[in-house]
């Protein structure tokens, strides 16, 4: 099985920053895809940005220029930094990894179980 894991949310100000992590382990044989997502109270569920096994990055409009996706792909890591976080911002952020466990199976997508964010004076 895979096993996907956040961390490194928390409660900041308007215009502080905050980096996540995200790291899968279990029986891996590659990681194509991985990406963050979030959901805010009665919102549905955005995709924030997302970056490929080569490191090519997409990003929602609303954090273009602020948050900046990367991996480490010996570690089987994401991270999203986010600097100058707005309240709009604030969601419970979503870690995905779109995973090949051998080379016999296709991808299937995990989830993490989701770290909070808050943005507030």
């Known amino acids: 099985q895979v096993q996907v894991v956040e961390s490194g949310g928390g409660l900041v100000q308007p215009g502080e920053s905050l980096r996540l992590s995200c790291q899968a382990s279990?029986?891996?044989?590659?990681?194509?895809?991985m990406g963050w997502y979030r959901r805010a109270p009665g919102k549905q569920r955005e995709l924030v940005a997302y970056i490929t096994r080569g490191g090519m990055t997409n990003y929602v409009d609303s954090v273009k220029g602020r948050f900046t996706i990367s991996r480490d792909n010996a570690k089987n890591t994401v991270y999203l930094q986010m600097n100058s976080l707005k309240p709009e911002d604030t969601a419970v952020y979503y870690c995905?990894?779109?995973?090949?466990?051998?080379?016999?199976?296709?991808?299937?997508?995990?989830w993490g179980q989701g770290t909070q964010v808050t943005v507030s004076s």
């Open positions: 279990g029986t891996i044989f590659r990681i194509n895809n």
């Open positions: 995905n990894a779109d995973t090949q466990q051998s080379v016999a199976f296709s991808s299937y997508t995990y």
